[in-house]
């Protein structure tokens, strides 16, 4: 007996295998369309399983079909969702909107400054939005792709202030947070990839952040300057953007999960 789902992000490609023997146990849908492409409900499944490990979706498929063995019936698809939700209560209707919200300015800033392709955007998993963005391994590594990737990353918090007037906790307090994630690029900028406003030919090692940007009030300021403009910079393209923003933010309202294809609907059809 063995029971797995694969997620393969670079093709949206999810498969589900439930086997007792011979026999599936699996509720059977018409999981592809006439063109060959992934089909609604599965592409649905992988949006939402995005930040899951292998092991959670193992764990998450097993409880899935020992509920459904209990209750005597095939597995289906829905019980699957809900095991990737892991029986949460719905997010609160001012938060759900703030992620929306936060999330799609990720996503118009990326794509409007060329980064790299999306694979999609959730506003429910256990820790809050996710997005999954890729970034073009052919491009030039220079000081502007790094002031653009500055740029998406602050997109979040830019799109907050554009919308609601203030902002959330969620840009920060964690090591992989926008801002840390900002921060530490800025600091690279003038410490160490040739681009500072100071001895730019320097390459100047450091192991940690908070540490070097406490004791060094100049760089301090420096970085910070690095981020309002990426801030700013946001704020211009969210808002040349505007109509694509705003359907985007309501299609993932609405949906809670959009996949990279559905996201890049929205996003061309306003270019």
Do not use: C
């Not at 949206?12 to 492409?37: A, F, M, P, Y």
């Amino acid at each position: 007996m063995n029971g797995n789902m694969k997620i393969n992000s670079s093709s949206d490609e999810i498969e589900i295998i439930l086997d007792d023997g011979d026999k599936h146990e699996i509720e059977r849908l018409d999981v592809t369309k006439q063109d060959g492409s992934v089909s609604e409900p599965l592409r649905r499944l992988a949006t939402r399983a995005m930040g899951l490990t292998g092991a959670d979706i193992e764990r998450i498929v097993r409880e899935a079909r020992l509920k459904a063995r209990r209750e005597k019936r095939r597995l289906s698809y829905a019980d699957i969702e809900a095991g990737i939700r892991g029986h949460r209560p719905p997010v609160p209707y001012d938060v759900r909107w703030r992620f929306a919200i936060h999330e799609s300015g990720h996503a118009v800033v990326h794509h409007a400054l060329r980064l790299g392709s999306i694979k999609g955007l959730t506003i429910d998993t256990k820790d809050g939005a996710h997005n999954a963005l890729t970034f073009a391994t052919n491009a030039p590594d220079t000081e502007d792709w790094y002031a653009r990737l500055l740029a998406m990353l602050m997109a979040g918090r830019a799109a907050e202030l554009i919308v609601l007037k203030t902002v959330s906790a969620g840009s920060g307090g964690a090591d992989q947070s926008d801002l840390a994630r900002a921060t530490r690029i800025g600091l690279d900028m003038e410490q160490a990839l040739g681009f500072g406003g100071r001895h730019p030919l320097l390459y100047l090692e450091y192991k940690d952040p908070t540490a070097i940007l406490s004791r060094d009030a100049g760089l301090a300021e420096r970085v910070h300057r690095r981020l309002e403009f990426a801030q700013a910079r946001a704020t211009d393209v969210i808002l040349e953007n505007r109509q694509a923003f705003e359907r985007l933010v309501r299609e993932l309202f609405d949906a809670q999960a959009l996949d990279g294809a559905a996201v890049m609907d929205i996003l061309d059809a306003a270019s």
